[in-house]
């Protein structure tokens, strides 16, 4: 019989399907809740609160970030400034100022302050390197979205990058490095080597600005890799070496001009240092540290890696027993493949390399280690060796990738049985190293008289505020207070790099010239004990304040030992004035060039 005329046709329900787009989608949400996961307890109170491990060097990132809306908004030349340590200023090309990070982040500091603008790099930082592991993992390396999934997961959550977070946000923002691993293997290939090269140079040229020690690993593993690749196939060097070799040259001229100026200013320029503080150069992992979980993980234990890592920002390592175990058998099961041989020559490469100067097990000393022989090569001596293990973390992110894609693209009867292998091998080597929120602490928050803007009242365009304790590596809140404040005040002092005797070119010291002063109300605020002072040294803490241009010295009522504090300094300048929460001691005419 046939149909009506006016019969309508039968919708019929689309299917929903879990299609790749959505399982990107669904892979780069797991990555941002699982760094908001991460830095939920700093989220709650950005301004109050710190990573309990340490907290210098957030307020340093902080100062860094108010440095770069001066930039923006001022014009003020980016790679040096004498906003701290006045008045011989900081080498920001030399202290990893992270402009490439700071720059974009203007608006939030400027709407929510620098503290907002810490914690939201640090979370992006996590999830943007895990994502951007994923795009190349997924387009580039394994057919399967799951098996980029799990090596992207490592990649930005893996106990390293925990550690770091605490602290770094410019080595956790690891998202340029692999579009930086992937250009340079497509060089090898390529049938465009002058475009590839430029954008190669492009991409160098951004991580130059968030972190260079990060970069110059890069470059060291990728050329491991190459070299493991080519010592297994020599046949490839003939097909790849012209456009390589072209391409890195188009990389090098470009990158050279963009860099030129900036790294002139780095290693040249006024306060640039050559080689790295004695505190941290024989920074390295014990060789127990490779079977330990990351303290800030499901299965870590801060007191029991207190000897394992130079501290807890350090952990470069920590993969667990689980981990390292199922990283052998997998290069034992996918030994025959070129890729695998190369990744575990590289990845044992620096594993060896983070042991530093001395090797040691459970903390003790058994012997001399081959970074010894490499400490004082140029730029090399400019590197912390325990970050090596980060290089050996995304081996292993990528080794976990290739296992899971083969199993899962296996063919045959016992396919099943491998998946499940596969499936649990995961769950026992990633479960105990799975991420924990940062512990963290209160800080006392920034005076009101800074933030209702009464230095203002005090302080000229030429002149410095001096907090006290005086700005140091262990007393960095007047950092935090010039950085709520777009660092419209100078100050003396603080967390830095620079020659160690104040000369360009000299080693690096963390700090600027030793300062009479600072050493003095930094013994006080730590012993509580207040010193009689002399007229001799009086004499010298004025001169210190009029090197310094001091206008006028603040002590917050809540600082610690403030009372000591407080009779020390009318010691030397006389009685103290109360304005709102702080101590005051207008110094502007002792100081003036004319006494």
Do not use: K
């Not at 002092?493 to 010291?509: E, I, S, W």
């Not at 001169?543 to 020390?568: F, I, K, S």
């Amino acid at each position: 019989m046939p149909p009506a005329a006016d019969a309508q046709p039968v919708a019929v329900p689309r299917r929903w399907r879990w299609t790749p787009r959505r399982q990107d989608l669904a892979a780069y949400a797991a990555f941002l809740l699982a760094a908001l996961w991460v830095t939920s307890r700093i989220w709650a109170d950005p301004a109050g609160r710190v990573a309990s491990l340490y907290s210098s060097d957030p307020a340093q990132v902080q100062f860094f970030l108010a440095h770069s809306v001066r930039v923006v908004l001022h014009g003020e030349f980016p790679f040096y400034t004498d906003r701290f340590n006045y008045p011989d200023g900081v080498n920001l090309m030399a202290n990893t100022a992270i402009l490439a990070l700071g720059i974009p982040m203007v608006p939030v500091t400027l709407l929510f302050g620098p503290a907002v603008s810490f914690v939201t790099l640090v979370t992006l930082g996590l999830a943007g390197t895990a994502a951007a592991w994923y795009r190349v993992l997924s387009r580039r390396v394994v057919r399967t979205r799951l098996a980029a999934a799990v090596g992207a997961w490592f990649c930005g959550f893996s106990p390293a990058m925990l550690s770091h977070a605490n602290w770094h946000p410019n080595i956790i923002s690891q998202f340029l490095l692999p579009f930086i691993v992937w250009r340079v293997i497509v060089l090898t290939r390529s049938s465009r080597p002058v475009r590839d090269g430029a954008l190669l140079a492009l991409l160098v040229t951004g991580q130059a600005f968030i972190n260079e020690e990060i970069l110059l690993f890069t470059a060291l593993a990728c050329g491991v890799f190459l070299l493991a690749v080519l010592a297994q196939r020599h046949r490839l060097w003939a097909a790849g070496w012209r456009p390589l070799g072209t391409g890195l040259a188009v990389c090098a001229v470009l990158a050279g001009a963009l860099l030129a100026y900036p790294l002139w200013v780095q290693f040249a320029g006024p306060m640039a240092y050559h080689g790295l503080s004695d505190t941290v150069r024989d920074y390295g992992n014990d060789i127990a540290a490779f079977f330990a979980p990351g303290s800030p993980t499901l299965g870590g234990n801060e007191r029991a890696n207190v000897n394992l890592a130079p501290n807890y920002s350090e952990e470069n390592a920590f993969f667990g027993w689980s981990l390292s175990l199922l990283t052998v058998g997998i290069v034992l099961w996918l030994r025959r493949e070129v890729v695998v041989r190369a990744l575990a020559v590289t990845g044992v490469l620096f594993a060896v390399l983070s042991l530093g100067e001395r090797i040691s097990w459970w903390d003790r000393d058994l012997g001399v280690g081959p970074w010894e022989l490499l400490v004082r090569l140029p730029l090399l001596d400019a590197v912390v060796p325990t970050r090596f293990g980060l290089i050996t973390g995304v081996v292993i992110a990528v080794l976990l990738a290739l296992a899971v894609d083969r199993a899962w693209t296996l063919r045959g009867a016992e396919r099943r049985t491998v998946r499940t292998l596969t499936v649990a091998g995961l769950v026992l080597a990633l479960l105990p190293i799975a991420p924990l929120p940062l512990r963290v602490t209160d800080r006392p928050p920034v005076p009101r008289f800074i933030t209702a803007d009464r230095w203002r009242e005090y302080v000229g365009p030429d002149q410095t505020l001096v907090p006290v304790p005086v700005p140091s590596m262990g007393n960095t809140h007047g950092m935090r207070w010039a950085a709520s404040t777009d660092l419209d005040f100078r100050i003396p002092g603080g967390y830095f790099l620079a020659p160690r005797n104040g000369v360009t070119g000299d080693p690096g010291r963390f700090g600027g010239r030793p300062s009479g002063i600072g050493e003095l109300l930094a013994e006080v605020a730590t012993t509580g004990r207040t010193p009689r002072l002399d007229d001799r040294q009086r004499r010298r803490c004025l001169d210190e304040l009029r090197h310094w241009r001091a206008a006028v010295v603040v002590l917050p009522l809540a600082q610690q030992n403030a009372e000591p504090l407080r009779r020390t300094v009318e010691q030397l300048v006389g009685p103290a004035r109360q304005e709102l929460d702080v101590w005051v001691w207008d110094v502007r005419t002792p100081t003036s060039p004319s006494a």
